[in-house]
């Protein structure tokens, strides 16, 4: 009698690649979207260090994965056609092929980069598409950046957005908008971070700056919502009422002031949006 052998089909997973100024995380997901494993390390300064570190996190910390895909989040521009980031935020590289590195890491595994606002804003908009399909969504950290998510997919037209470079009038001179509503700017004035601070008057203060940009992002893009995520997002709850008073000061009928919701996965919007963004581009 012949005996049969069942070969256990591996399941496929995702991995998704957070690079961020200080920490990348590595993050695996199966395929119902479901986050089964991370890891962190530090983001080695010098590149070509950091390629051996991620590598070798994959390697001894993830264990073996099928993996169908990867998604690398840049914090910065990037060259989608031909993979390479240009700027990254905080970190000194330039021009780095990154796609092609990534994926001599991985082997055969495709690899996509995009940038990590744009991601976490997938991530986030995902989690509101049945009532809302063009969302704007705002990390509010160390700087402020945007994503612009249109029927539940980047805006391809405004996917290189750099809100925080806007110029603003604030204090009676021209400044960038990050340089006055940022948590940067919290710690410089303040000497706290968002999740330490809870004067009102802090709070009203931060909220004057930041409903200038917003009120500015509104008048040109005209969202049905907005979320807010990054270090001072995860606060929201602490200025909410302070950010909207601003806001309707800032009102005019030609101008509808949207919903403004706390992203629901400040910590892990990115990584969930590399998930969302392999399946979307499989």
Request: net charge negative; charged share 25%.
């Amino acid at each position: 009698m012949t005996k049969r052998c069942q070969v256990a089909k591996l399941e496929l997973m995702y991995l998704g690649v957070d690079i961020g100024g200080s920490k990348t995380l590595l993050a695996i997901f199966d395929e119902q979207g479901q986050l089964t494993d991370q890891y962190k390390l530090p983001t080695n300064k010098n590149y070509p260090d950091f390629l051996n570190e991620l590598s070798q996190a994959i390697k001894e910390k993830l264990g073996s994965h099928n993996f169908a895909g990867c998604a690398c989040a840049v914090p910065g521009l990037i060259d989608r056609k031909n993979g390479i980031g240009l700027v990254f935020g905080n970190l000194s590289w330039r021009n780095v092929p990154i796609k092609k590195d990534l994926e001599q890491i991985l082997g055969n595994v495709p690899v996509r980069i995009e940038n990590d606002a744009n991601l976490a804003a997938l991530s986030e908009a995902v989690l509101v598409r049945d009532t809302y399909n063009k969302v704007l969504y705002l990390t509010v950290s160390t700087g402020i950046n945007d994503g612009i998510i249109v029927d539940g997919k980047i805006e391809a037209n405004l996917s290189d957005g750099e809100a925080g470079q806007m110029v603003l009038e604030h204090d009676g001179k021209l400044q960038k908008w990050e340089d006055f509503a940022s948590g940067r700017v919290l710690v410089e004035k303040y000497g706290k971070k968002a999740s330490e601070i809870e004067d009102p008057v802090i709070w009203k203060e931060f909220s004057e700056g930041l409903a200038l940009g917003i009120r500015e992002l509104l008048a040109v893009l005209q969202p049905q919502v907005v979320i807010l995520g990054g270090g001072v997002g995860a606060h929201y709850e602490k200025f909410a009422t302070h950010l909207k008073e601003e806001l309707n000061k800032l009102k005019s009928d030609m101008v509808v002031n949207p919903p403004i919701l706390k992203a629901q996965r400040a910590e892990e919007a990115v990584a969930y949006g590399c998930y969302e963004f392999i399946r979307q581009n499989q």
